[in-house]
């Protein structure tokens, strides 16, 4: 009997270590979740192997796993690493055709690497997917903006702009679109109010935008 009661309470711990370990388990899932996400200012490294933890942690449905591709892709993308990317953007709409963020995404990293005409049909996908999604047509006027369609570039510009007035990105571009057709004043006056709310000039430089 004595013998027993000396085993009772590591009998009680042992059980309530174990009741523990899926609770432990299911707040390391979350914290990854997280990270995976961008939260907090987390490194694109830890971003990363975050991404990729949730990834292997087990069942889930094809809409968790392209949001968690498309979080890994952006990763990947903030460390220029734009065909990892792109390898991840195209699990997210492998697993999700609607994923219209997804389309977008991979519309501005093959923008980026000159593969234009990708990229247009990404953009264009996108949009069906979701009409006059300002960040989608910002996207579109740079694929068109490399192409060398300048009215082209001009007016979705200006579509985007009047959704969000404010877009660094969307002035940046229709100014280097109006001064390549030779409208010096509206171009620079353009490119004067992106650069009030951001300086893009070295990250456009980098995207082959000059």
């Known amino acids: 009997m004595r013998f027993r009661k000396c085993l009772l309470p590591a009998l009680l711990l042992t059980a ?13 899932l979350n914290q990854e ?4 996400a961008g939260k907090a200012g987390v490194t694109p490294e830890l971003r990363i192997d975050s991404c990729t933890a949730v990834l ?22 903030s460390r220029r690493d734009y065909e990892r990317a792109i390898q991840d953007y195209d699990q997210a709409i492998n697993l999700d055709s609607r994923y219209s963020d ?3 995404n991979r519309c501005w990293t093959r923008m980026i690497t000159d593969k234009l005409d990708d990229a247009l049909k990404d953009c264009k996908e996108s949009l069906r997917l979701r009409p006059g999604s300002a960040p989608t047509l910002n996207s579109l006027g740079f694929v068109y903006l490399k192409q060398g369609k300048l009215d082209d570039a001009i007016a979705t510009y200006n579509a985007a702009l009047q959704i969000n007035p404010k877009s660094a ?4 571009g229709r100014g ?14 353009d490119i004067a109010a992106s650069k009030a709310i951001k300086d893009l000039t070295e990250e456009m430089n980098g995207y082959g935008v000059k």
Do not use: I
């Open 102 to 104: 997804a389309f977008d």
């Open 56 to 77: 292997q942690a087990g069942p889930q449905s094809s809409k968790q796993l392209a949001f968690t591709y498309r979080e890994r892709g952006l990763a990947y993308f």
């Open 33 to 36: 979740r997280n990270w995976c």
């Open 16 to 28: 309530a270590l174990a009741s523990l370990v899926p609770t432990v388990a299911v707040a390391q």
């Open 169 to 172: 990105y969307s002035l940046y």
């Open 176 to 189: 280097m679109a109006k001064l390549r057709k030779g409208d010096a004043a509206a171009g620079k006056a």
